[in-house]
C-alpha cells in the first residue's frame, strides 16, 4: 500500500484549521511533513493565549512554512516562523509581499525574503494581489487557503508561467469540495469570501510516491505490480506517471483496486518532456531514462533549485559517480534543463549515493540496485519525510536491504 498524498493531507489541515467546527480526515498522510503540519497547528491553537512570541519550527518541511506564513498572518498574537538550515536558504518574499498587501504584520529575522519570520498576526483586508507564481504553486495555494476567510475574498492574478500548476487546481478542487466556489482562469483564480461546510473526507494514496514503483518496473526484466487504491481521475497531477511511462512499455491498467502495471518491451530511442507542472517526480523519469540508454531532454526544472536540496545539483553529482556527465549545453528555452545523448550508465565499484537530506533522491536512486547489483544509499531515513514504509516495501519485492 503507497503512503496517503502528504499534499492532500497537508491541505486538509489547513482547511480543518480554518473551519468552525472540523470534520474527519481519513487515511491522513503519516510522513514526517504531515505530522509536523498537525503538531505546529496543535501549538498555534495553545499559542494565541501567550503574550510573548511563540516559535514555530518548520524544520525542513516547505508545505508547512508556506501555508502556516498566511495562516498565521490572520491568527492573532507574535509568531516566530522559522526551520532548517536548508529553509532559510528558499526564498518565500513573494508570498510576504502579497500577504503585506493585504494587510499582514511581517517582517524578516535574517536574510531579506527568506525565513526566518515575524509575524504579528491581525484581521486581513481581502481584494486583488498579483503574485508571481514562477517559483513555487504553493505560494499560490496558501493565499487561496485562507481567502474564504478574507472578507470580501481574493482574486489573485497570476503573473509568469505556474510552476506545479496541477498543485493549484488540486487546492481548487479540495476547496471545491468544502463548498467553496471558485472560478479558475488561466491568470486569475477569484475566491468568495464564505463558509468552509464540513465534509468528511479520506485521503487517496499518493501518486508522487508511486514514480518510483514505476521506475523499478521499467528496470525489471518482467513486471505485474499492483498499486493499491490509485485512481486514473485523481485529484494529483502526478497520475500523468501512467502517461510517462506508457512510452516505457509499462501499461497502467485501472481496476477497482487500483492500478496494475505491466511491462512490455516498447522503449524508445530518445524521450523529451516538459516538467513544469510535475516537478516532483522528474528525478525518477530521468534515472528511468539513464538506465534503459535512452537519450534524454527534460526542461522545466526551474523549481528543483529550492526543493530540500537544489535536486538538479544532486542529479548531475550522482550521475558523474556512474560516468554520465549531463550535458551543459541545452537550448535557452529549456535552461535550467538536463539532457544527455546515449546514456550508458557503470560503476566498476559498489556505487553510494549521497542524499542531501532529500528523500526523492534517497527513493530515485534506489531501484538502480537491480541495475548495478547492489547500492549503498547514505542516510536512507530520509525517506520518512513522505514515504515512511518506502525500504519496508522493496524488501517486500524481494530487495535485500541491509
Known amino acids: 500500500m503507497l503512503p496517503s498524498s502528504k499534499s492532500i493531507s497537508n491541505r ?7 473551519s468552525r467546527n472540523g470534520f474527519t480526515i481519513n487515511n491522513l498522510s503519516q510522513s514526517d511533513d504531515t505530522i509536523l503540519l498537525q503538531t505546529l497547528l496543535e501549538e498555534i491553537s495553545v499559542g494565541k493565549t501567550r503574550r510573548t512570541a511563540a516559535e514555530l519550527n518548520t524544520a525542513n518541511a516547505g508545505t508547512a512554512m508556506r501555508f502556516l506564513t498566511s ?7 507574535k509568531w516566530i516562523l522559522t526551520g532548517s538550515d536548508r529553509m532559510k536558504q528558499r526564498p518565500i518574499g513573494i508570498l510576504v509581499d502579497a500577504l503585506k498587501g493585504l494587510g499582514a504584520g511581517i517582517d524578516y529575522l535574517g536574510k531579506l525574503g527568506y525565513p526566518p519570520l515575524m509575524i504579528i498576526g491581525r484581521s486581513l483586508r481581502g481584494g486583488v494581489i498579483t503574485v508571481d507564481a514562477g517559483i513555487s504553486s504553493q505560494f499560490i495555494s496558501s493565499l487561496m487557503l485562507i481567502a474564504p476567510c478574507l472578507p470580501g475574498g481574493l482574486s489573485i492574478q497570476i503573473q509568469g508561467q505556474a510552476v506545479s500548476y496541477p498543485y493549484i487546481h488540486m487546492t481548487t478542487r479540495l476547496l471545491n469540495h468544502f463548498g467553496i466556489d471558485i472560478i479558475e482562469k488561466k491568470n486569475n483564480i ?20 508511486a514514480a518510483f514503483w514505476y521506475e523499478a518496473a521499467v528496470l525489471a526484466d518482467e513486471a505485474d505490480l499492483v498499486m493499491p487504491g490509485l485512481q486514473k481521475n485523481s485529484l494529483q497531477g502526478d497520475s500523468i506517471l501512467a502517461e ?13 483496486a487500483g492500478v496494475r502495471l505491466t511491462k512490455t518491451n516498447k522503449t524508445p530511442d530518445n524521450y523529451y518532456f516538459d516538467f513544469t ?22 526542461a522545466g526544472l526551474k523549481s528543483l533549485r529550492i526543493k530540500e536540496t537544489n535536486r538538479l545539483k544532486a542529479l548531475k553529482n550522482e550521475f558523474a ?20 545523448r546515449n546514456p550508458q550508465i557503470r560503476s566498476d565499484h559498489e556505487l553510494k549515493i549521497d542524499t542531501y537530506g532529500d528523500h526523492r533522491i534517497a527513493m530515485t536512486f534506489a531501484p538502480l540496485a537491480m541495475k548495478f547489483g547492489s547500492i549503498r544509499i547514505e542516510n536512507p531515513d530520509v525517506v520518512s519525510k513522505s514515504y515512511p514504509q518506502y525500504w519496508e516495501h522493496l524488501a517486500s519485492l524481494g530487495f535485500e536491504i541491509k
Do not use: R
Request: aromatic share 12%.
Open 244 to 256: 510517462i511511462f506508457q512510452n516505457f512499455g509499462i501499461t497502467s491498467e485501472f481496476t477497482d
Open 277 to 298: 507542472g510535475f516537478p516532483d517526480i522528474a528525478p525518477a523519469v530521468i534515472t528511468s531514462c539513464a538506465a534503459l540508454g535512452i537519450s534524454g531532454k527534460f
Open 321 to 340: 559517480k556512474m560516468d554520465l556527465i549531463l550535458e551543459p549545453d541545452i537550448p535557452a528555452d529549456m535552461k535550467p534543463g538536463i539532457e544527455f
Open 12 to 18: 486538509l489541515l489547513m482547511i480543518h484549521a480554518l
Open 190 to 209: 477569484i475566491i468568495p469570501e464564505s463558509f468552509i461546510k464540513e465534509s468528511d473526507f479520506t485521503v487517496e494514496p499518493d501518486w508522487s510516491a
Open 71 to 77: 495562516y498565521l498572518s490572520m491568527i492573532p498574537g
